[in-house]
């Protein structure tokens, strides 16, 4: 059997990366795969992207390495970011790819960002249906045909918020945000377990893991480096409340 760790959305965020990524040794599971957002809102861009880089087999790109690697905005807090990491950080995350596809226990599974459509369409777990459905479309940003098999497990991040569901016999789960948890204040990733390949006899578990790590060290670094937007973010990181819901929130 084969374990697989997949996390996502580190934010620049590396005292949340560090214990999921010491959590991950702790198991003895070797292989990672990073869904994106490796960079943006969190203070050490340069050490996540060094860090993921270094430590996962497949990284995909997410909208945020998108915005900063292609620099497509010149809005700060994008540029407080470019500005640090520098041209040959901003190469690699430009040129990331949009999904990876593998089997493992017989199932043809998919990882992208934030769904086969783009990197800035936004699929919640309690949207209709049909949107979520459509997570399992093959598109020509996943370099598949409209007539090729579709996916029977997919797998995500940019929402972070963490969920599994199954409908009409696929599986559709988010391992939700690593440095920038909106569901609860603690690191997530996931664990995907089953035979490389393999036949659908074979056993296949998806188990949703929280870590907690050392908020406050975070809030730290984001104070001793002066990131845009800073206090928006360590509500965000104290709260686990989005920031576009804050104000809904404090009503």
Known sequence: MQRIAILSDIHGNMPALE???ADISKRGIKRIICLGDLAGKGPNPIEAVDRIRDCCEIVIRGNWDELIGRQLTDKEIFT????????????YLANLP???DMEMSG??????????????HRVQPWDSEERRLGMFDNTPETGKLEEDPKPEVVGYGDIHNVYVQHMERRMLFNVGSVGNALDMIQASYAIMEGTEGG??????SIQLVRVPYDIELAVQHALEAGVPEM???????RTGVY?????WAEK
């Open 19 to 21: 214990a999921v990524l």
């Open 243 to 247: 920031r576009g819901l804050q104000q």
């Open 107 to 120: 199932k043809r599974i998919r990882f992208v960002h934030a769904s086969p459509q783009s990197v800035y």
């Open 199 to 204: 036949s659908a006899l074979d056993p296949f």
């Open 231 to 237: 206090e928006m973010y360590i509500r965000e990181l």
């Open 80 to 91: 407080w970011h470019e500005d640090r990491l520098g041209a040959d950080r901003l190469h």
């Open 98 to 100: 949009f999904s990876y």
